[in-house]
């Protein structure tokens, strides 16, 4: 079985500046996928970035970037130019295929200071 | 474009009770997943409905249901509700090879 692990329980940042959250898994496929979700206090899970197992570029969404190391298992975000909007819980999933099953992390609360 | 949309939005039930959440998909989306969350925790996989079947099931007891009707929506069941089922519900939907969108999720406290 998969597993997740979030070692931050909580992390803050200076507002502008940059901020790293960690997530390590464990599985024995080598095909999969791996996500960050944010959690605002309005309860809704909002899918920050993707990243496809198979490729080994990095993805980047604006502000947002992942450092993928499959052969570790790692997957951390970084989070630049940090805003206060970005206060929120993150976890990491992962999944064997996109629309399967996400497996999450316990999740890490993230506060944003001005 | 309405995004998935789940109701109520809060519930409080006694134990022994029997609770029924609902979820309707994102537009276009024909594929449904519940998640339950409890308090300080990462969401956990229930089960997951596709053609009105489930196609997939977590580690949760029989006391938990569910059901796809034709035009994608879902429900989601709990039988002889215990205090340890207090929790977010959450629904997920997607299409095909995409990920999935969460919906707001349900609060469900059990007294």
């Known amino acids: 079985a998969q597993t997740v692990t979030q070692s931050q329980p909580e992390m803050s940042v200076q507002e502008a500046e940059t901020v790293t959250l960690s997530c390590t898994y464990d599985?024995?496929?080598?095909?999969?996928?791996l996500f960050w979700y944010k959690q605002p206090p309005s309860r809704q899970m909002i899918l920050v970035i993707r990243?496809?197992?198979?490729?080994?570029q990095n993805a980047t969404e604006n502000r947002f970037s992942v450092n993928f190391q499959k052969a570790a298992k790692s997957f951390s975000l970084k989070i630049s130019d940090s805003q206060l909007g970005d206060a929120a819980m993150y976890f990491c999933?992962?999944?064997?295929?996109?629309?399967?099953?996400?497996?999450f992390g316990a999740g890490t609360i993230l506060r944003v200071k001005s | 474009d309405a995004g998935v949309t789940q109701s109520p939005t809060h519930l409080i039930k006694t134990r022994g009770q029997q609770v029924t959440l609902r979820c309707s998909p994102k537009?276009?989306?024909?594929?449904v997943s519940w998640y339950q969350q409890a308090l300080g925790q990462g969401p956990q996989f229930i089960f997951q409905y596709y053609e009105e079947e489930e196609r997939q099931r977590g580690n949760f007891p029989d006391r938990f249901s569910g059901h796809q009707f034709p035009n994608y929506s879902s429900e989601l069941n709990v039988n002889a509700l215990l205090l340890g089922d207090s929790a977010l519900y959450l629904c997920?939907?997607?299409?095909?090879?995409?990920?999935?969108?969460f919906g707001d999720g349900t609060r469900l406290s059990i007294l």
């Open positions: 997920a939907s997607n299409a095909g090879n995409q990920p999935q969108h």
């Open positions: 599985t024995s496929e080598s095909d999969y996928y």
């Open positions: 999933a992962f999944d064997m295929e996109y629309g399967n099953k996400l497996v």
């Open positions: 990243q496809e197992a198979y490729k080994q």
């Open positions: 537009s276009g989306h024909d594929t």
